[in-house]
């Protein structure tokens, strides 16, 4: 009989993928993919390292799990992803009923891997080597990736997909994690993209993601010749059947003006542009070593205004970072009020293991302080956020439907003919409108009535006459 695996992922969209190509193997071996844990003869846990919080849900999920595997110690129990790499023999200590634990550069020993566990060999673990365990070459490769692999039906649509053009990280910003996760940075080579590219858009997807740490620092050198972030945007906005490209996450010192022009140039190239700023502070910047400064940042911005006056811009902050002060704190909330933001994923400093920060500098800024801090910055973001969402009030905007909208879905009567649909204009701002399901897949105009800090409400101008097969 085949075995039947259940997947449960957290993390960033790194892990979204990874879990798909993992997916995708496990169903070339044989394997069945279900929905809950209890149906499953094998669950895995793709996890994330990057906030403590992120650990803790795993560990307790773990926890959760613990007596079932004692009623079926057959269940195979894996834990991979960033928190496997980072923590590897700890995660056997701590749940010694885990059967494999798998860093994110060695997913594609997975099959492998659980063979042995059932063939009686105990308790498997392959990991990438760490920053200083060899010659950086070495420890590279030590990363992998098999991207080529893909399954339609672990996406949330199967009109949008992730590509990923990056792998690793060089940056080592002192309070993160992903450095030593991920590994060293490596561009995959472009030929490779654009063929994946290929095979997404024969599947029948419109909207395609590229994902990278600092996906505009991607690079990629062949003997004298070197392909950049705008070369590989030219070379995939040639694939027929893709509509839509977007790229996240993007660095700041990166931004070039030749990126900007080659995003205003390409139709098909989105023009959100998330860039973290982390701060509004020069002092914490240098404290976290992002390698710029607020007048940089600023100078990024009015590039970006004067390339791209239609651009939705994005951040990250981190709050409560080591000696942040009052006043820096003022500096991110000023930031936010100058640069309007579409969003910002806003959080509080967690302290990791193996990061700068946790060697040299002392996280003492209050548990308290921090949750305040967050509140106020996530406050005025969302009022600024509203704002320029107004600006759209009465406007007609381009959707690509992706289903029914949170609500519906909970909600709507399976026999509505008229239900909730969401999807996202071309500047990745979420809309909802009424609809039907059939709508799915297409680009359509929609006409923008309403407006809160996160959604436009909206109805639909005209239908879309290439929908595509599904
Ligand atoms: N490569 C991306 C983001 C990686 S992690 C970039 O450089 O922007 C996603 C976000 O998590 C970061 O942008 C940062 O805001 C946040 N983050 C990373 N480490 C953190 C930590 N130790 N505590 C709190 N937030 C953190
Ligand atoms: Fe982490 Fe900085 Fe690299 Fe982003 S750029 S992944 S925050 S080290
Ligand atoms: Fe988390 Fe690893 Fe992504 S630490 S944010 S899953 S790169």
Same mark, same amino acid.
């Given at each position: 009989m085949s075995q039947r695996v259940y997947i449960k992922t957290v993390g960033c969209q790194m892990n979204v993928l990874d879990s798909e190509m993992v997916i995708a193997d496990l169903k070339r071996h044989g394997y069945t993919l279900v929905e809950t844990p209890e149906e499953a003869d094998c669950i895995l846990y793709n996890t +994330?390292? *990057?906030?403590e919080h992120a650990e803790e849900k795993i560990y307790s999920a773990l926890g959760t799990i613990r007596p079932s595997k004692q009623k079926q110690p057959d269940k195979i129990i894996g834990v991979m992803g960033c928190m496997a790499q980072k923590d590897q023999d700890i995660i056997f200590k701590r749940a010694p009923y885990v059967d494999m634990v798998v860093g994110p550069g060695q997913l594609h020993t997975i099959p492998d891997l659980l063979d042995n566990v059932r063939n009686g060999e105990g308790r498997q673990m392959a990991v990438s080597l760490g920053r200083k365990d060899d010659k950086q070459a070495i420890v590279a490769r030590s990363h992998e990736t098999f991207d080529p692999l893909r399954d339609p039906s672990m996406r949330p649509t199967p009109f949008q997909a992730y590509l990923r053009i990056q792998i690793g990280c %060089?940056?080592? +910003?002192?309070? +993160?994690v992903v450095p030593n996760t991920r590994g060293p940075e490596q561009g995959r080579p472009p030929q490779q993209i654009v063929s994946e590219a290929r095979i997404l858009a024969e599947q029948g997807c419109r909207e395609i993601t590229l994902l990278g740490?600092? *996906?505009?620092s991607y690079k990629f050198r062949d003997n004298g010749d070197v392909t950049d972030m705008s070369s590989l945007l030219e070379m995939l906005h $040639? *694939?027929? #059947?893709?509509?839509r490209i977007k790229f996240v996450t993007n660095y700041p010192k990166d931004m070039t003006e030749r990126l900007l022009i080659t995003v205003r140039d390409l139709p098909k190239v989105s023009p959100y542009l998330h860039v973290p700023a982390q701060s509004g502070s020069d002092a914490v910047l240098k404290r976290m070593k992002r390698g710029y400064t607020i007048a940089d940042y600023m100078e990024m911005f009015e590039r970006i205004e004067r390339i791209l006056p239609e651009a939705a811009v994005s951040s990250d902050f981190i709050v #409560?970072?080591? #000696? $942040?002060t009052d006043e820096d704190f003022e500096k991110s909330m000023a930031l936010v009020e100058r640069c309007r933001f579409k969003n910002s994923f806003i959080f509080q400093y967690s302290v990791r293991p193996g990061t700068k920060a946790s060697e040299i500098? $002392? %996280?003492? *800024?209050?548990r308290e302080v921090k949750a305040d801090r967050n509140h106020r910055l996530l406050e005025v973001q969302n009022r600024v956020a509203k704002e320029e969402n107004a600006k759209l009030l009465g406007q007609d905007v381009q959707v690509l439907v992706e289903g029914l909208s949170k609500k519906a879905a909970e909600t709507a009567d399976p026999e509505a003919q008229v239900v909730q649909m969401t999807g996202r204009t071309q500047c990745d701002r979420i809309v909802v409108f009424d609809g039907n399901r059939r709508q799915a897949g297409q680009l359509l105009e929609v006409h923008v009535d309403d407006v809160s800090a996160h959604t436009l409400i909206g109805r639909v101008k005209t239908v879309d006459v290439v929908s595509i097969s599904l």
């Open positions: +994330c390292s *990057v906030r %060089d940056k080592f +910003c002192t309070y +993160c740490q600092t *996906v505009n $040639e *694939v027929d #059947g893709i509509d #409560g970072f080591c #000696g $942040e500098l $002392e %996280d003492d *800024v209050p």
